[in-house]
């Protein structure tokens, strides 16, 4: 919430995917998730250069909570922001 708060958008990409094992390990998907999303926001905002692994990163927790559709969706854009 602290780096939300900064705007610091390349801070909350690198943490949620520092915690995304955590957050699957715990069974915490839902946690895990919204941070992501949170994180993406902020990314798309300021036009981060870690917004392709956090969209990424973001589809898998989507995956994994059964959301196919959104997370094919997801992993798209990430990929393509990836490549560049």
């Given at each position: 919430a602290w780096l939300e708060r900064?705007?610091?958008?390349?801070?909350?990409?690198?943490?949620?995917?520092?915690?995304a094992m955590f957050w699957k390990m715990e069974g915490q998907l839902h946690e895990g998730r919204t941070w992501s999303a949170r994180a993406v926001a902020l990314g798309h905002a300021s036009g981060s250069?870690?917004?392709?692994?956090?969209?990424?990163?973001?589809a898998t927790m989507m995956h994994m909570q059964g959301d196919e559709a959104l997370a094919l969706e997801t992993l798209a854009e990430g990929?393509?922001?990836?490549e560049v």
């Open positions: 900064r705007r610091d958008a390349d801070g909350m990409l690198r943490l949620a995917g520092a915690l250069a870690r917004l392709g692994m956090g969209l990424i990163g973001l990929l393509a922001l990836a």
